[in-house]
């Protein structure tokens, strides 16, 4: 039996390769001026993304961002009337 060569696919010729062509459309950005949060958004609100991405922009966000403490939690008298009013006890 032949051993199997590995075939390998050239790029067309022309074509950048992924390196070069993300450093062409990232040189005009500033990446230390760039925040995180707003390009999730952008991506989860772009109806043109595929719905994958979307998706995982939504969840980046909503595992990213901390839940804000709510006033009724520091308070024990708020927190003591939010419990009775679940049905629990005193």
Same mark, same amino acid.
């Given at each position: ?18 390196? =070069? %062509? ?16 707003? !390009? ?6 772009? =109806?043109? /993304?595929?719905?994958? /991405?979307? !998706? %995982?922009?939504?969840? %980046? ?7 804000? =403490?709510?006033?009724?939690? *520091?308070?024990?008298?708020? *927190? *003591? /009337? ?9």
């Amino acid at each position: 039996m032949a051993a199997k060569s590995k075939r390998t696919t050239k790029r067309r010729r022309g074509r950048p390769t992924r390196k =070069e %062509a993300s450093r062409t459309a990232l040189s005009g950005v500033d990446l230390t001026t760039l925040d995180p949060t707003t !390009v999730l958004r952008s991506i989860a609100a772009d =109806e043109s /993304a595929p719905a994958s /991405a979307r !998706v %995982a922009a939504a969840k %980046a966000l909503l595992s990213g961002t901390p839940k804000p =403490e709510e006033p009724a939690e *520091r308070d024990p008298i708020a *927190r *003591r /009337a939010l419990r009775i009013l679940q049905g629990g006890k005193e």
